[in-house]
C-alpha cells in the first residue's frame, strides 16, 4: 500500500539488510515439508479465483490511485479511491481506500473530509496506524489539538517508531498546552 503521508528512503544498509532477511525468509519456506498440512495449501489460481471481481478491480484502482498520489494528482487518485470504494465500501481493502484518500484530502486541505475518511477508515480497521496518523493531521488543521494528540497517541501505539507521527504529536500538545493557558488567562 502507498503512503504519501510519511514517504521512507531506501538506503544501501537497508536494502542489503531486507536482502539478507527476504533470502532467509525464501530459504525457510520454500520447502514444502516444512508445512505441517501441505494438501491444504491452496495454489495461487485458486486463491485469486477466490477475490471478487468487484475486489480485484477496487484494488486495480487503489493502484492507480497511488500512483496519481505519486504525481501529486490529487484530484485524481481522490477519484481512483472514490471508484474502489463504490465497488467495495466494506472489503477487506476498504479501511485502505479509505486511508489513502483522507491523505489525498489531507494535501488538498480538504482537512474536514480527511477527518471523516480516516474515521471510516477506523470504523473498519481500529488498528490501522496510518488511518490515526490521517485522522491527527486532519485534527491537527482544523485545531482540534486535543483530538490530534489523542490520534497521534493511537497512532502510535500501532507504529511506534513513525517519526512524523512523534512530530506532529509534539507540535499537537503544545498547540493544546498554549490553548489551554490563552483560554485560562481569559476565563
Known amino acids: 500500500e502507498h503512503d504519501m503521508a510519511y514517504p521512507e528512503g ?3 544498509s537497508t536494502t542489503a539488510n531486507s536482502t539478507d532477511a527476504r533470502k532467509k525468509y525464501l530459504e525457510k519456506f520454500n520447502h514444502p515439508e516444512k508445512f505441517t498440512n501441505p ?3 491452496i495454489s495461487p ?3 485469486n479465483s477466490q477475490i471478487s471481481p468487484e475486489q480485484r478491480d477496487a484494488d486495480r484502482f487503489k493502484g492507480e490511485g497511488n500512483r496519481q498520489m505519486s504525481n501529486k494528482e490529487y484530484d485524481k487518485a481522490i ?3 472514490s471508484r474502489a470504494l463504490r465497488l467495495c465500501p466494506s472489503g477487506p481493502n476498504s479501511h485502505v481506500y479509505f486511508s489513502n484518500r483522507a491523505a489525498a484530502m489531507c494535501y488538498l486541505e480538504r482537512y474536514e473530509e480527511a477527518e471523516l475518511d480516516s474515521e471510516r477508515s477506523l470504523a473498519l480497521m481500529p488498528e490501522y496506524g496510518k488511518a490515526h496518523a490521517r485522522l491527527g493531521l486532519s485534527r491537527y488543521f482544523l ?12 497512532a502510535l501505539l500501532h507504529d511506534p517508531n513513525n517519526a512524523a507521527s512523534q512530530s506532529y504529536l509534539a507540535k499537537a500538545k503544545l498547540k493544546l498546552d498554549k490553548s489551554r493557558r490563552g483560554s485560562n488567562r481569559h476565563g
Open 10 to 12: 531506501d538506503d544501501a
Open 39 to 41: 494438501e491444504k495449501l
Open 45 to 47: 489460481e485458486k486463491f
Open 79 to 81: 477519484r481512483s479511491y
Open 143 to 154: 485545531k482540534d489539538y486535543g483530538g490530534a494528540v489523542e490520534a497521534y497517541e493511537s
